[in-house]
């Protein structure tokens, strides 16, 4: 359970406050959730938080607050973006947060820009660098997927040239059986005019006038 405390609000206090409510807010939270991240944090009720905030706190951020908005309706234009694009924006808008931030409590715009810069820069060489490695890595995933799709096709070359073979070969085969069968029927009806004709000869015989007569 969150403590509750009666003492005055620091400097420190007030700019968790800011920057936790404006990140809420940039990442399109509520103010709800922002106070009461900031309430475990600093130990203060959700309801002291935004109290202090809506009172105090807030007058002094309204620049930033118009800031927070804008980026969040740019963040939630940009999810719709190629992924790629996604670490460098955020980073932009991290950038941007903390000028602001700072720029509303009174710090050095120069000093602020140099070390956001500098962050900003490490921290986009880190994106390259990430990228850099997740492209080498989907390159070689190519490669072996174009060799096992390169062994597919002369493994599709090789059994298409089979079945080629075996059809050429089945045509072959049907075509002597076919000669087979038309040479057996040709048999059988020469056999059976034969046996007609043996038949004929020998149940039958001609007489001196040049007549048949049937032999019992």
């Not at 070390?115 to 070689?140: H, P, S, T, Y």
Request: proline share 1%; glycine share 4%; hydrophobic share 35%.
């Amino acid at each position: 359970m969150t403590a509750v405390r009666q003492d005055a609000w620091s400097t420190e206090d007030d700019l968790i406050l800011a920057e936790v409510t404006l990140r809420h807010i940039r990442e399109g939270s509520t103010q709800l959730a922002a106070f009461e991240e900031v309430g475990e944090k600093i130990g203060r009720t959700s309801a002291a938080c935004g109290f202090r905030w809506n009172s105090c706190v807030r007058k002094k951020y309204e620049s930033a607050i118009s800031n927070a908005k804008a980026q969040r309706q740019k963040r939630s234009y940009l999810r719709k973006q190629p992924a790629l694009l996604g670490p460098q924006v955020a980073a932009l808008s991290t950038l941007d947060t903390e000028e602001n931030l700072y720029k509303a409590d009174g710090v050095s715009e120069d000093s602020l820009s140099i070390d956001a810069v500098i962050r900003f820069l490490r921290q986009w060489k880190g994106n390259v660098q990430e990228n850099g490695r997740q492209l080498k890595m989907l390159e070689k995933e190519l490669r072996e997927k174009e060799d096992e799709l390169h062994e597919l096709r002369c493994e599709n070359d090789r059994l298409s040239k089979q079945v080629n073979e075996v059809q050429t070969d089945y045509r072959v085969v049907n075509d002597d059986y076919k000669a087979l069968i038309q040479i057996m029927d040709r048999a059988r009806r020469l056999a059976f005019l034969a046996e007609e004709d043996e038949e004929l000869k020998t149940r039958f015989k001609m007489d001196a006038n040049g007549n048949l007569e049937r032999i019992e």
